[in-house]
């Protein structure tokens, strides 16, 4: 691929008006209030990097250094001339971009901060080198964005889109098949799209290539646009296309092929000639290199003490705003929550059943966990309680799970509203485990107000912060089981509770207002 940019290399290097050497000071003082700001953010910083090291639907992240790199390297030419005028809009979006930081500090939701990083560095070249430099290097850093650990949210969806794309094929191609969730049966064996077969890491790949390709290869906004389109498209078909391949081979060759190494090899060699023929096809509309007008004279850079006083002021914004999360995270009632359910003390405890669903959510500061007899059938109530939340320790986290052992295989996910005046909407998560069937019913409780979403939670933890009144929150998980379906389940589990989870929610309430 050819950048569109190496035509500027024949550009005047030099801008009337600059003053020589004030392109490397401008550099060297961006760099120091980059410095300042991965400091500043550094356990966020940590964490990405710890995401590439571990995750391996990021595992590109050091590539998107290089590209980024590479891509400024290659627009010296455009900037070597340029004055350097800091930019009080620059300061101003960087202000804004610290707030969200702040914002995302408090609630513990590592992806605002994260993001809000990469936009901080962006502001903090408009800050101080100014407007000019800042529409030059915009393209190049925007990549930054990929760097990011983000979209592992979206792989319970991608499962589910697998499993079913991969059921419609083999029933199209007369393959008896029964399905259950993400689980199906076929007469040659019986398989479980898991979290490898959903296939985050070609979508994420995909994209972060789709997005470099396009900006080096075209330069009409809309072709970039549908390339895009296409990056994120064809993985998701390519990824079903796999499925569907692995499945037949394991079918047609009686599970002799397609299992093991040869499962991963069909899958790279499939997504591999996706991607190639996707960049043989999309090179066919290659825009022509641009041809830019010569560079027009400027005024002079901006005095000395201007630009190190809005480069000491950049730098000082990030740590104003980090600091502001701290101190209102440390507002907090630091003493353990008493936690006591007291509506539930009247029920008959099994303290023999073990062989359930045991959800697990790290750090919580008090759990409830227990087996109760509820008209002759064992119901499992877990409430895990969190105050003083901070990353690693929250409520709302890729790290918790309802079912850690993977011993129950997961089969429908879906909302109950509300039905009576006591049940909030929840969300109904289906196991099966042989012949046995769990309902669980789940949802998140924040300061007396219930909801199902992950981001609902965050943004009720932040108002409530805000307004003086903690952060204390739990996870409400109820579960039933029946050997004849799910829906006999289900029945039990909305059963116990319409009778006893008003009295459970106004038990989160005393604990909430004994802490304050």
Same mark, same amino acid.
């Given at each position: 691929?050819?950048?569109?940019?190496?035509?500027?290399?024949?550009?005047?290097?030099?801008?009337?008006?600059?003053?020589?050497?004030?392109?490397?000071?401008? $550099?060297? =003082?961006? %760099? /120091?209030?980059?410095? @300042?700001? #991965?400091?500043?953010?550094? *356990?966020?910083? !940590?964490? &990405?990097?710890?995401?590439?090291?571990?995750?391996?639907?990021?595992?590109?992240?050091?590539?998107?250094?290089?590209?980024?790199?590479?891509?400024?390297?290659?627009?010296?030419?455009?900037?070597?001339?340029?004055?350097?005028?800091?930019?009080?809009?620059?300061? $101003?979006? =960087?202000? %804004? /971009?610290?707030?969200? @930081?702040? #914002?995302?500090?408090?609630? *513990?939701?590592? !992806?605002? &901060?994260?993001?809000?990083?990469?936009?901080?560095?962006?502001?903090?070249?408009?800050?101080?080198?100014?407007?000019?430099?800042?529409?030059?290097?915009?393209?190049?850093?925007?990549?930054?964005?990929?760097?990011?650990?983000?979209?592992?949210?979206?792989?319970?969806?991608?499962?589910?889109?697998?499993?079913?794309?991969?059921? #419609?094929?083999?029933?199209?191609?007369?393959?008896?098949?029964?399905?259950?969730?993400?689980?199906?049966?076929?007469?040659?064996?019986?398989?479980?799209?898991?979290?490898?077969?959903?296939?985050?890491?070609?979508?994420?790949?995909?994209?972060?290539?789709?997005?470099?390709?396009?900006?080096?290869?075209?330069?009409?906004?809309?072709?970039?646009?549908?390339?895009?389109?296409?990056?994120?498209?064809?993985?998701?078909?390519?990824?079903?296309?796999?499925?569907?391949?692995?499945?037949?081979?394991?079918?047609?060759?009686?599970?002799?092929?397609?299992?093991?190494?040869?499962?991963?090899?069909?899958?790279?060699?499939?997504?591999?000639?996706?991607?190639?023929?996707?960049?043989?096809?999309?090179?066919?509309?290659?825009?022509?290199?641009?041809?830019?007008?010569?560079?027009?004279?400027?005024?002079?850079?901006?005095?000395?003490?201007?630009?190190?006083?809005?480069?000491?002021?950049?730098?000082?914004?990030?740590?104003?705003?980090?600091?502001?999360?701290?101190?209102?995270?440390?507002?907090?009632?630091?003493?353990?929550?008493?936690?006591?359910?007291?509506?539930?003390?009247?029920?008959?405890?099994?303290?023999?059943?073990?062989?359930?669903?045991?959800?697990?959510?790290?750090?919580?500061?008090?759990?409830?966990?227990?087996?109760?007899?509820?008209?002759?059938?064992?119901?499992?109530?877990?409430?895990?309680?969190?105050?003083?939340?901070?990353?690693?320790?929250?409520?709302?986290?890729?790290?918790?799970?309802?079912?850690?052992?993977?011993?129950?295989?997961?089969?429908?996910?879906?909302?109950?509203?509300?039905?009576?005046?006591?049940?909030?909407?929840?969300?109904?998560?289906?196991?099966?485990?042989?012949?046995?069937?769990?309902?669980?019913?789940?949802?998140?409780?924040?300061?007396?107000?219930?909801?199902?979403?992950?981001?609902?939670?965050?943004?009720?933890?932040?108002?409530?912060?805000?307004?003086?009144?903690?952060?204390?929150?739990?996870?409400?998980?109820?579960?039933?089981?029946?050997?004849?379906?799910?829906?006999?389940?289900?029945?039990?589990?909305?059963?116990?509770?319409?009778?006893?989870?008003?009295?459970?929610?106004?038990?989160?309430?005393?604990?909430?207002?004994?802490?304050?």
């Amino acid at each position: 691929m050819t950048s569109i940019d190496r035509q500027l290399k024949s550009a005047e290097p030099l801008i009337a008006g600059a003053r020589p050497g004030s392109g490397w000071l401008a $550099a060297g =003082l961006v %760099l /120091a209030v980059w410095s @300042a700001i #991965l400091i500043s953010f550094r *356990s966020h910083v !940590a964490m &990405v990097l710890e995401a590439w090291e571990t995750l391996p639907s990021h595992a590109h992240g050091y590539v998107v250094l290089l590209i980024v790199g590479y891509l400024l390297w290659n627009k010296r030419p455009q900037l070597q001339g340029l004055a350097c005028r800091p930019s009080w809009k620059g300061l $101003a979006a =960087l202000a %804004l /971009a610290g707030l969200l @930081a702040m #914002l995302g500090e408090m609630v *513990s939701v590592a !992806a605002v &901060v994260q993001f809000s990083i990469v936009f901080m560095l962006f502001c903090a070249v408009w800050a101080v080198a100014g407007d000019r430099v800042a529409r030059v290097t915009l393209g190049p850093l925007s990549f930054l964005l990929f760097a990011v650990p983000f979209g592992v949210e979206a792989l319970p969806v991608l499962m589910n889109s697998t499993a079913d794309a991969t059921v #419609l094929a083999l029933r199209y191609t007369g393959v008896p098949v029964f399905q259950e969730g993400r689980n199906f049966v076929i007469p040659s064996g019986q398989w479980s799209v898991i979290e490898a077969c959903g296939g985050i890491r070609y979508l994420l790949t995909s994209v972060f290539i789709g997005a470099v390709f396009a900006y080096l290869t075209y330069t009409h906004l809309y072709k970039r646009a549908l390339f895009m389109v296409w990056a994120v498209v064809m993985p998701l078909v390519a990824n079903w296309v796999r499925a569907y391949v692995i499945v037949m081979v394991a079918h047609l060759t009686n599970n002799e092929w397609g299992l093991g190494m040869s499962h991963l090899t069909l899958g790279w060699v499939i997504f591999g000639l996706a991607i190639f023929a996707s960049f043989a096809v999309g090179a066919r509309w290659r825009d022509p290199l641009p041809v830019l007008p010569p560079p027009q004279p400027q005024g002079p850079s901006s005095p000395m003490a201007v630009v190190v006083a809005a480069s000491v002021l950049a730098a000082a914004i990030p740590f104003a705003w980090h600091g502001m999360a701290a101190a209102m995270e440390g507002q907090g009632d630091s003493r353990a929550p008493l936690l006591r359910l007291d509506v539930l003390t009247s029920l008959e405890q099994d303290t023999s059943a073990t062989n359930g669903i045991r959800p697990e959510f790290q750090g919580a500061r008090a759990v409830h966990q227990a087996t109760y007899r509820y008209k002759g059938e064992p119901v499992d109530v877990y409430v895990a309680y969190y105050r003083n939340q901070r990353q690693g320790a929250e409520l709302v986290s890729v790290f918790n799970r309802l079912e850690p052992s993977h011993d129950w295989n997961w089969s429908i996910s879906s909302h109950v509203s509300r039905n009576s005046p006591t049940v909030p909407e929840v969300r109904l998560e289906g196991y099966v485990k042989g012949d046995r069937h769990a309902a669980v019913y789940h949802f998140y409780w924040v300061n007396g107000t219930t909801t199902t979403s992950d981001a609902g939670s965050k943004v009720l933890e932040m108002i409530s912060r805000l307004r003086g009144r903690g952060d204390d929150a739990a996870a409400i998980t109820i579960t039933a089981y029946s050997t004849d379906n799910l829906e006999a389940a289900r029945l039990k589990t909305e059963a116990f509770a319409a009778e006893h989870l008003a009295g459970v929610l106004a038990d989160l309430s005393r604990t909430a207002e004994a802490g304050r």
